[in-house]
């Protein structure tokens, strides 16, 4: 059974009710960030929707992601819950990893996220791990792996791939291609035209799709899902798609046009091209799209209320969960940081 | 402070510790033509802390470029450019991602010049930023430096003011050798007087006594150095610290430690990095090595406690070492 079934009414408004609680809680992580409320870094998912709801989609439910440092969507679209992730940015105990990782590092691997990831390039090949663990275990499950335009310039991006087409392992290699690696556009960092190209390399399929169109990423990822579960070896898809926003919340963006922003925004958004698809096919109405924007708003601002009383964590936890068996230097130097009853933090 | 050659002017400027870097770029850019500098967004974006500021504008795009993602790639462009006639300014966003570039500066750049009997110089630069304090996180965060320093075949220095980081990183540019020049993020805007005169550079290998004192040495680096000096004003009257920023890691100036240990007879180092095999345990031994009749007091530690550095900001600002730690350590040897 795939996660949200976009062959069928119900799963579509999933769907676009997923796409939409990306969009919101991004736009109000961004707020919160401006206000100082949530402090190091916010990577903004916005505009880039479809591609993660449209890819997780097509996954099973009990299927791997890796994640980029650009991961709420990935993790939204994977059913996270938006009031643990909040709790994350915000550092609090509660939070998806007890404020240790923050924005950048969400993880849940009981739901199969294997986190977000603040090295670009390093999700392909834990991905590639996984696809392996799954085809040595001999499970019915595939990995995928999301990765951007700039993470694929990384080598470790291909050794992954190339092991993954030798191994005829269950992996789907996603490329987000949002035209930008921080203020450098893709041309000045490729010299491929697809990213997809690059499948070639490996002899493996690799396609170039509209990843505005939250239908085309989840057909093309099913496609892919199929062929990994059936052995036939790992899919390298590339979904152009464009970030609203600037690289990180505070970016100045000064390598960028409000013109270009502007004219992606009118012409594709994928949450409006989507929901005015599902009105035409009297799918939906205009008051039912309204309705559930109210419900993810009212969900994502109890999320931000939350977050903010949740209690922060106390200053010992931060010796906690380095190994499974606790190495005693750190003990004895968290021993030490107090000896003598000494104040720690005063004249920071 | 010392200076190599004979300058023209003493005059200094007041300026922030990214703004020396930026002028020392600018400098040894318009000094020498072979001089580049490559990394993620130095160009249009003037790198992401605001270290490149205004060199592309100034230089070109032939010699300030933006590269793909790809610190592995950089690393050996720059160890192959190096050994080729060029003098590459190599930037790796953060300290971290020094683990994506790892092959290319152990096995090429810190080992050819040795292998192929001196045959070829290794005119590298590598500038990275380190250190927590701004929430980034486990992989944002690090203070690596000790990692380098440790590798024979690498230079390493950390300066602690803005004008040694001016200084050093003129010297590393200038240097034969591959040099590592670890900035902190967090005193990008310390600001301190630096020298004008464009000749003014900090040798490689020398510490400084950045305040004289009797009582007990604190050897310290980087944003510690700022927060020592502090400490040591606060003590004032009580404890009479003398505060050396060690600004190189390696080579490490042992004759400048010796000496002042033989003065006060108690030493505090602080440096962020992680305490287990660490800059703390080389500079202890030396001190132990040289100065063992010296001592009258054990050696103190002061760094981040064998962790990474976590997100949420009450954890973050636990495990980081900071002036009340120094100042906590000096306490317990006096
Ligand atoms: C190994 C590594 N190098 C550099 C960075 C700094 N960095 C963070 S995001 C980013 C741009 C990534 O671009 P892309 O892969 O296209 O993802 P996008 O931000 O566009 O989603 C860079 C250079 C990093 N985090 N890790
Ligand atoms: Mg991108």
Request: proline share 5%; with cysteine.
């Amino acid at each position: 059974m795939v996660t949200i079934d976009m062959e069928q009414p119900e799963g579509r408004k999933e769907g676009l009710r997923r796409m939409l609680t990306i969009r919101l809680f991004d736009e109000t992580a961004e707020k919160r960030f401006l206000d100082g409320d949530i402090p190091g870094f916010v990577h903004p998912y916005i505009g880039e929707e479809a591609v993660a709801v449209g890819a997780i989609g097509a996954l099973e439910p009990d299927d791997y992601i890796t994640s980029t440092h650009r991961g709420h969507g990935h993790c939204l679209a994977k059913g996270l819950d938006p009031e643990r992730m909040m709790a994350e940015l915000y550092g609090k105990r509660e939070g998806y990893c007890k404020g240790k990782g923050g924005s950048m590092h969400i993880a849940d691997v009981d739901a199969g996220m294997l986190g977000a990831n603040g090295i670009v390039g390093a999700g392909p090949p834990l991905a590639t791990g996984a696809a392996f663990s799954i085809q040595y275990d001999d499970r019915d499950q595939v990995a995928l792996a999301f990765c951007g335009d700039g993470g694929i310039a990384q080598g470790q991006v291909h050794e992954a791939i190339n092991m993954a087409a030798t191994w005829d392992l269950p992996v789907v290699y996603v490329v987000e291609n949002n035209q930008y690696g921080e203020g450098t556009p893709v041309e000045k960092q490729h010299n491929v035209e697809n990213l997809s190209d690059t499948a070639h390399a490996y002899d493996i399929p690799g396609f170039t799709i509209d990843g505005m169109d939250v239908t085309a990423v989840y057909e093309a990822v099913a496609e892919a899902r199929d062929r990994a579960d059936a052995g036939d070896g790992p899919t390298l898809i590339e979904a152009k798609t464009y970030r609203y926003r600037g690289h990180f919340v505070g970016d100045e963006e000064e390598y960028r046009t409000d013109e270009e922003v502007e004219g992606w925004q009118r012409e594709d958004d994928p949450i409006e091209t989507f929901k005015q698809r599902l009105v035409d096919r009297d799918e939906l109405t205009d008051e039912e799209f309204e309705q559930l924007r109210e419900e993810i708003a009212t969900a994502v601002d109890e999320a931000v209320e939350h977050a903010r009383e949740a209690p922060t964590p106390e200053p010992d936890e931060a010796y906690e969960d380095m190994f499974a068996q606790p190495a005693p230097e750190i003990q004895h130097f968290a021993a030490q940081f107090r000896a003598d009853g000494g104040e720690r933090g005063d004249d920071r | 402070m010392t200076a190599h050659a004979e300058l023209e002017t003493e005059a200094t400027d007041r300026m922030t510790v990214r703004e020396a870097i930026n002028q020392a770029l600018r400098e040894e850019l318009e000094r020498d033509e072979d001089v580049f500098v490559m990394g993620e967004d130095v160009g249009v974006m003037g790198g992401v802390l605001g270290v490149t500021d205004g060199l592309l504008e100034e230089f070109g795009e032939k010699r300030i470029v933006d590269s793909p993602i790809s610190e592995a790639g950089l690393a050996g462009l720059g160890t192959g450019a190096a050994a080729t006639g060029t003098r590459p300014v190599i930037e790796i966003m953060f300290s971290d991602f020094l683990g994506v570039a790892a092959e290319q500066i152990i096995n090429q750049m810190a080992k050819m010049r040795y292998m192929f009997g001196g045959k070829i110089e290794m005119p590298v630069t590598v500038r990275t930023t380190e250190g927590g304090g701004m929430g980034a996180a486990s992989q944002h965060s690090g203070t690596i430096h000790t990692w380098i320093a440790h590798f024979p075949g690498l230079k390493a220095v950390a300066p602690g003011t803005p004008a040694a980081a001016k200084g050093l990183l003129k010297s590393s540019i200038r240097s034969n050798d591959p040099v590592f020049f670890f900035e902190n993020k967090m005193i990008y805007e310390d600001s301190g007087e630096v020298p004008v005169d464009e000749e003014f550079t900090i040798p490689i290998g020398e510490a400084s006594v950045e305040r004289a004192g009797d009582d007990v040495t604190v050897v310290a680096t980087q944003r510690l150095v700022g927060e020592s000096l502090d400490v040591a004003d606060d003590l004032e009257g009580d404890v009479d610290v003398e505060v050396i920023d060690l600004r190189s890691l390696y080579p490490l100036d042992t004759d400048t430690i010796v000496s002042s240990l033989e003065k006060t007879g108690r030493l505090v180092v602080a440096d962020e990095s992680p305490l287990s095999y660490g800059t703390h345990a080389e500079i202890a031994t030396r001190a132990m090595e040289e100065g063992f009749f010296s001592l009258d007091a054990p050696v103190q530690r002061v760094g981040t406690p064998d962790t990474h550095i976590p997100f949420s900001p009450p954890l973050e600002e636990e495990v980081l070492p900071s002036g009340a730690d120094v100042e906590n350590a000096i306490n317990r040897i006096v």
